[in-house]
């Protein structure tokens, strides 16, 4: 079976990304979930995109991608982060 392609967006596509694609990849390895991530800047989501099965983001992206997004703010704040990679978990189980 295929990986999962998760595109994680954030401002710079540096710091953060990083720490949300560390976190996604051991969750999905702990839910049995093969998982391929991609980072990038909320100005290249669209582009990224492309063949991706859900968008992470911590910033504001547009809304008409045609892939599902999972609002990532908790990764950043600490706060209900375990709900986030549990929706996340769930919306790639499909």
């Known amino acids: ?9 954030c401002g710079t596509a540096v710091a953060t990304s990083t720490v949300v694609a560390r976190a ?5 390895k702990e839910a049995g979930i093969s998982v391929t991530t991609r980072q990038c800047k909320a100005a ?7 063949g991706a099965d859900l968008i992470v983001t911590t910033t ?12 990532g ?7 209900g982060k375990d709900e986030t990679l549990k929706q996340i978990v769930e919306a790639l189980s499909d």
């Open 24 to 28: 996604i990849e051991e969750a999905c």
């Open 1 to 9: 079976m295929a990986d999962k392609i998760v595109v994680i967006s």
């Open 60 to 71: 504001p992206i547009p809304s008409d991608i045609g892939v599902p997004v999972i609002q």
């Open 44 to 50: 290249e989501v669209r582009q990224m995109a492309q």
């Open 73 to 79: 703010l908790s990764f950043l704040t600490g706060v």
